[in-house]
Nanobody, 115 residues
Framework: QVQLVESGGGLVQPGGSLRLSCTAS????????MGWYRQTPGTERELVVA???????NYDDSVKGRFAASRDNAKNTIFLQMNSLKPEDTAVYYC?????????WGQGSQVVVSS
């Protein structure tokens, strides 16, 4: 099992930046697939970016060039740097880990992009 604790959400103006962090309760070096999802009311949770154990990433088209994900295995943490934020990025962001075919989620971080 793994617990995921997120931090870093908040309110930001359009064009601003935020950084989300997700720290795991165990080593993440053997967790092949981690990532960030987001969800707005009444919609399905959608994958924003997949972060693989080799450092490779795969972004949704809506965030390419604006968001940057990374992982620090030594700190058991993954990050999501969000730049040039738009109102349509407003959502609850969830950290995700797939460990031995079981899904694990962070508690969710509210991100509001508004002037």
């Amino acid at each position: 099992q793994v617990q995921l604790v997120e931090s870093g959400g908040g309110l930001v103006q359009p064009g601003g930046s935020l950084r989300l962090s997700c720290t795991a309760s165990r080593s993440i070096s053997d967790i092949y697939f981690m990532g960030w999802y987001r969800q707005t009311p009444g919609t399905e949770r959608e994958l924003v970016v997949a972060v693989f154990s080799d450092g490779d990433t795969n972004y949704d088209d809506s965030v390419k060039g604006r968001f940057a994900a990374s992982r620090d295995n030594a700190k058991n943490t993954i990050f999501l740097q969000m730049n040039s934020l738009k109102p349509e990025d407003t959502a609850v962001y969830y950290c995700y880990a797939n460990l031995r075919a079981q899904p694990y989620w962070g508690q969710g971080s509210q991100v509001v992009v508004s002037s």
